[in-house]
């Protein structure tokens, strides 16, 4: 046997043969258009992106804050995953009494001011509407999701959400002055592996005019 047959035998017998490591699934990502009837961009829509077959399982310990503010909720729509506990501090100058009677989440924080109050966790899907018992005009809303994609569209009337799992996806639309309901709010859309989607979406009917609040001067002695 000749040296280039010893060491071809030798290599078959001693070597390791190493697999190239098969690639993790590249991630996507949507971007989501809401324009209103009028076809200008719906600015502090909520987005969700909800995979069909089930959204992974939230990390623990997540934190959010719904402050209060010139006797409104600061923001008026506050979007956090299942099992985010929720901070409610009162930056004003008078108390609050916050509650909901929301199926999603039912509570009641006594009269208070700063931070008198345990952070409150939501635990359920779904919407919540928020109340003052002291203060008729505030009101303030938590969406509650399982799916860890979600957010606001900006002044633009869009959202860019990134770093999605590839699958089929359901994308709900919802906004606090919605005055309609229906199939155009909500689309069925496939991501592939490292592909960017697009989903556009357009009212049908105007959005309600925004309340107003009343009493924003008032200070602690007035209570």
């Known amino acids: 046997m000749d040296s280039r047959s010893a060491l071809l035998v030798a290599c078959v017998i001693g070597c390791t043969v190493l697999a190239a ?9 949507l971007s989501v258009t809401v324009t209103g009837a009028d076809g200008r961009p719906v600015e502090g829509a909520v987005v969700i992106a909800e995979p069909v077959g089930g959204a992974p399982k939230a990390p623990a310990g997540q934190k959010a804050v719904m402050d209060q503010r010139n006797l409104m909720f600061v923001p008026d729509v506050l979007v956090v995953q299942t099992g985010t506990a929720v901070d409610f501090p009162n930056s004003d100058q008078v108390r609050h009494q916050v509650y909901s009677f929301s199926g999603a989440k039912s509570f009641q924080l006594a009269l208070y001011a700063g931070r008198a109050h345990a952070p409150v966790v939501f635990d359920k899907a779904g919407l919540v509407t928020l109340g003052c018992n002291i203060h008729d005009s505030m009101l303030g809303y ?15 009337g869009t959202l860019a959400l ?25 689309l069925h859309l496939k991501l592939g ?17 925004p309340l107003h609040n009343h009493g924003a001067d008032k200070k602690w002695e007035d209570y």
């Open 142 to 156: 938590i969406w509650v999701t399982d799916s860890p994609w979600f957010g606001r569209t900006g002044a633009d």
């Open 193 to 209: 592996e490292g592909t960017a989607g697009t989903a556009s979406f357009r009212l049908k009917r105007p959005l309600r005019a």
């Open 162 to 186: 990134r770093e999605l799992a590839p699958g089929d996806y359901t994308v709900r639309v919802w906004h606090a002055l919605l005055d309609e309901s229906g199939p155009q709010l909500e």
């Open 21 to 29: 490591p098969r690639p993790a699934s590249a991630a996507s990502a």
